[in-house]
């Protein structure tokens, strides 16, 4: 190693004002995006909809333990429906429907969240106080 290489390593730093600041702000940027979900309002109701219709309107305040609510497959287009909610959110549990796209969206709790369920033309909206003007995924 020659001389002026050995010399420009040991000048090098990793640890520079630059570094420390940009570490700082992705720390706030971080900090902050938690804040905003955390501190985001919970939903207060679920309404639940077959075929664009109200099917059953769920208050999550009201709920002392989990409810589950079966949906018949003559209702839902030949697709056999789980759905269970208490007070902390709302989600479904067991669906016959090919792509189960409605069970692998969870539970959902704040408002404007939505679960769809395609083939059983099911919708499931948390509606309540929010304080956003959109939301956003």
């Known amino acids: 190693m020659s001389k002026f290489t050995y010399e420009l390593a040991r000048e090098r730093k990793f640890i520079t004002k630059k570094n420390i600041f940009i570490f700082a702000a992705i720390v706030l940027v971080c900090a902050a995006i938690w804040l905003f979900y955390a501190l985001a309002p919970n939903g207060g109701t679920a309404e639940i909809k077959l ?10 305040a009201s ?19 789980t759905i269970t909610a208490d007070s902390t959110g ?12 409605c069970v692998e969206t969870g539970k959902i709790v704040r408002a404007g969240e939505v ?23």
């Open 51 to 60: 075929d664009g219709e109200l099917y059953e309107t769920v208050d999550f």
């Open 63 to 81: 709920l002392e333990a989990a409810k589950e609510i079966f949906i018949d497959p003559n209702l839902a287009g030949g697709v056999e429906l």
């Open 90 to 101: 709302i989600s479904v549990t067991r669906a016959t429907c090919p792509d189960k796209t």
């Open 115 to 137: 679960i769809i369920c395609l083939p059983a033309k099911l919708s499931i909206t948390v509606s309540g106080a929010s304080d956003a003007d959109a939301i956003t995924y």
